[in-house]
């Protein structure tokens, strides 16, 4: 392949496929890390999806031996480094990209195929579901370039894993096995690395077969109960199966299990 056909590859690979959004980030000879244009093209990518009820998942992944290894540190000394004002504006894309992305009304799949580092861990905090391959790494590593957090991990990361651990990892810069954040709730599953795609298209299909307006109002239900006291977290689940109740989607499903059918949902 010619340099000039390399060039031409976008840097996120947007797919529609089986019922999901894939996003692949592709800068492999920097190890996915993050610029303005792959910020761009995950934007651009929820943007195909987000009103079409027949995508009922987006999986995020990266091309190469990273999953994304932070921000393009290059970029940050040579482009943000020149005047301290640009850094506020490239923070403020990486924070409206990655909050756009944990709020995007369908679940959210994290594919993690290699190193997942500062940045790449912050994508990974966004994310609903987190499947990782057996040699991934995940690590905060701010602290090993004397940066600080920048896209939320010293708030999302203690929220996921309690304190404590997430201190460690947020002091020490370590990069730890996949395998070891299992327990702690960081990952949900981790397979070989060759079954890694494979058991992302498999926990596809099971959403695939699933309302959208359920996956939707159930994972609002939950991001939104996280900031609420139960009581009140309670009452907001009570009105929303109220108001589910008015759906054609739970109707199918009561009518669908009372003739012994699979539902046939529309995500209304």
């Known amino acids: 392949m010619s340099e000039a056909m390399v060039a031409a590859e976008p840097v996120v690979v947007s797919e529609i496929r089986d019922g999901a959004l894939w996003l692949r980030l592709n800068r492999p000879e920097a190890m996915n890390s993050l610029i303005p244009a792959v910020l761009d093209g995950i934007e651009e990518g929820l943007d195909r999806v987000e009103h079409d009820p027949d995508v009922k998942a987006v999986v995020l992944t990266g091309t190469g031996r990273a999953f994304c290894a932070g921000a393009d540190l290059k970029f940050v000394r040579s482009q943000v480094g020149e005047d301290p004002a640009n850094m506020r504006g490239f923070l403020d894309q990486v924070i409206g990209t990655l909050n756009r992305l944990e709020a995007f009304p369908r679940p959210v799949i994290a594919a993690v195929n290699g190193m997942a580092l500062a940045g790449g861990l912050e994508l990974v905090l966004c994310c609903d579901l987190v499947i990782a391959a057996r040699s991934a790494k995940l690590g905060d590593a701010h602290a090993n370039y004397g940066l600080l957090p920048g896209g939320g991990s010293s708030v999302r990361l203690p929220r996921k894993i309690g304190p404590t651990r997430a201190k460690y990892m947020l002091y020490t810069g370590e990069f730890i096995p996949a395998e070891q954040l299992v327990d702690c709730g960081l990952v949900n599953e981790v397979v070989d690395d060759d079954d890694l795609i494979p058991a992302a298209e498999r926990l596809i299909a099971k959403l695939a077969v699933k309302s959208s307006l359920v996956l939707r109002r159930m994972k609002a239900l ?47």
Do not use: C, N, W, Y
């Not at 977290?233 to 009518?255: F, I, K, N, Q, V």
């Not at 012994?260 to 949902?265: A, G, L, S, T």
């Open 222 to 268: 939950v991001d939104d109960g996280l900031e609420q006291p139960s009581d009140t977290a309670l009452r907001l689940e009570l009105l929303a199966s109220e108001l589910h109740a008015t759906s054609h989607d739970m109707s199918e499903g009561l009518t669908a299990f009372q003739e012994k059918r699979k539902p046939r949902f529309i995500g209304r």
